[in-house]
């Protein structure tokens, strides 16, 4: 099963940020006996992101982005993911829920850009994030699996762990 893992974040591309995610990511298929081909880090532009997410899918069994689900206008992986997939993202109620009872556990007020978080493609299922408000998803379609994780590396890490290792656990033989 060849994998592909994807860096989303301009600040991983310039090196402001070393990308701490990739590494951990590699380590992990590694235990599992599945086979990295590529690692690549792309900028938050929604057409460079589309363009690799497209390029991963038609290659690698297995896709796993790291980045870009967070509540800003330059966090587009979800938009991307939508783009591939051929479709609209939707407002997913019961993420959202779960988003405001998070900011309710810290006495914070949720402000609408964090709603951003809650969308997904129809085709998608939310992956849950204890550590904080972007849950990542999980894509399953024509035998290919895509993942989109946070770009924190906590978040990102006990995802990984938590959602992801124990299906790809499945998916390998032996």
């Not at 990295?36 to 929604?46: A, P, R």
């Amino acid at each position: 099963m060849p994998a592909e893992i994807i860096s989303i974040g301009t600040e991983l591309l310039l090196g402001e940020v070393v990308d701490t995610n990739a590494a951990f990511l590699a380590r992990r298929l590694a235990e599992l006996g599945i086979d990295l081909y590529y690692k690549t880090t792309v900028g938050d532009n929604l057409g460079r992101i589309v363009a690799e997410l497209k390029r991963a899918w038609a290659r690698s069994e297995i896709v796993i982005t790291t980045g870009g689900l967070g509540p800003t206008q330059d966090d587009l992986t979800r938009e991307a993911v939508a783009a591939l997939l051929g479709e609209e993202l939707v407002l997913n109620q019961e993420e959202l829920a779960k988003m405001r009872a998070f900011f309710a556990r810290l006495g914070r007020i949720m402000t609408p850009n964090n709603e951003r978080q809650a969308m997904f493609p129809p085709s998608a299922r939310p992956l849950a994030n204890p550590e904080g408000t972007a849950p990542g998803l999980a894509v399953v379609k024509d035998g290919r699996y895509l993942f989109a994780l946070p770009g924190v590396p906590v978040e990102m890490e006990r995802m990984f762990d938590r959602e992801v290792f124990p299906l790809l656990r499945r998916l390998v033989p032996g």
